[in-house]
């Protein structure tokens, strides 16, 4: 079954913040917390059920992460509901990462939400 897109399943991104505090390794040393939020807008209740990422660094260098749900949980939601978070992500650069949301409607139904392209730009390269 090939997932498609679904009118109303949709990210947000509500801010993303340099955060020199967090840990980084010496090879990826910018840390960035960004804030999400899926949100259900369709007619259908549907079950976040993974992601995937893409992270594309100013070095030319591509990174993609795939992983069950989000954030270690399988959120639910029916119509109009949404579910917010936050995670951290390192950097080399300046980056740009976008991706999607698989979503599994109650129907069986696979859908995707696109996780709109944000910047990562650390404060020394603002």
């Known amino acids: ?23 980084a390794s010496p090879e990826q040393p ?6 999400i939020t899926i949100c259900n807008g369709s007619d259908h209740t549907l079950t976040v059920k993974g992601r995937k990422w893409v992270v594309r660094g100013e070095d030319g260098k591509t990174c993609a992460m795939e992983g069950d749900g989000v954030v270690g949980c399988f959120p639910r939601l029916e119509p109009g509901e949404s579910f917010s978070y936050n995670s951290y992500h390192t950097t080399a650069g300046r980056a740009v990462a976008e991706g999607a949301y698989l979503g599994i409607t109650e129907e069986g139904d696979a859908v995707l939400a696109r996780i709109p392209p944000f910047e990562m730009v650390p404060c020394k390269d603002a």
């Open 1 to 23: 079954m090939q997932p498609k897109f679904l009118k109303g399943f949709e990210v947000t991104v509500d801010r993303v913040v340099y955060d020199p505090d967090l840990p």
């Open 30 to 35: 910018f840390p960035f917390v960004y804030y």
